[in-house]
């Protein structure tokens, strides 16, 4: 089973602190996404990356960076939070297959709160 | 750009009743469509998925999903939910070659069945 991690599950930052959040798959997989879930809103992407180093911005990209080094993790910086960042916040990984992507694997999410 | 519509964003059942969620997606080229569901406090998970081929299309716990692409709609049915079925409900479409390989999610909707 492919299997997503996140590095935590509850996490309360203050105004300005920068904030990292790390996701880690495991089943090699090409594409990695960050989405931010909001109720009402459903699944808005921030960032996606289809390879290491490379990325592309999703819809929402203001205010937060990433990074991709290795493979398999996918990290994702709010450089300096504020409180309309606090959000729930999933990774999610897939193949690419036939050209098309597949199927999304998605981690546990992050809860972020920024007080 | 792709845009998704999950028109019922509250659903509210009994037990053994029949359940259809719409969604319906904007781009008239080749698409795959996919159903994602989140259970209380789990991760989002595949139920089905549609890239070519059989348009009635069969997932997990009893779902089904038909495409019409002449109404731009991959509605998710079940004929009689379980309160086990009580879960967010995503619909997600993504639309290569010619349109964006990037799934984009509909709003969500939330189910809740009484036993």
């Known amino acids: 089973d492919v299997k997503v991690t996140q590095s935590s599950r509850y996490l309360v930052k203050r105004t300005g602190e920068k904030v990292f959040l790390e996701c880690v798959q495991d089943?090699?997989?090409?594409?990695m996404f960050w989405y931010r879930q909001d109720p009402g809103l459903g699944l808005r992407l921030i960032y996606f990356?289809?390879?290491?180093?490379?990325?592309e911005k999703g819809d929402i990209p203001e205010g937060y960076s990433v990074s991709r080094e290795k493979k398999e993790r996918f990290s994702l910086i709010l450089e300096s939070a504020s409180t309309n960042q606090t959000s729930m916040y999933l990774c999610?990984?897939?193949?690419?297959?036939?050209?098309?992507?597949?199927?999304?694997?998605f981690g546990p999410g992050t809860r972020l709160t920024v007080l | 750009a792709q845009s998704v519509s999950q028109h019922n964003h509250h659903v509210i059942l009994s037990e053994a009743a029949s359940l259809e969620l719409g969604c319906n997606y904007s781009?008239?080229?080749?698409?795959?469509l996919f159903w994602y569901v989140q259970y209380p406090g789990q991760h989002l998970q595949l139920l089905l998925k549609y890239f070519s081929g059989d348009p009635l299309v069969k997932g997990i716990k009893g779902f089904e999903a038909e495409f019409i692409k002449s109404k731009f709609s991959f509605n998710l049915r079940k004929p009689s939910v379980q309160w086990s079925d009580t879960a967010e409900y995503f619909c997600a479409v993504n639309s290569p070659p010619g349109g964006s390989y990037i799934p984009t999610f509909g709003r969500g909707t939330s189910l809740i069945v009484h036993p």
């Open positions: 781009y008239g080229g080749t698409v795959n």
């Open positions: 990356s289809y390879d290491v180093k490379m990325k």
């Open positions: 089943m090699d997989h090409e594409n």
């Open positions: 999610a990984s897939s193949l690419l297959l036939e050209g098309s992507y597949n199927e999304q694997f």
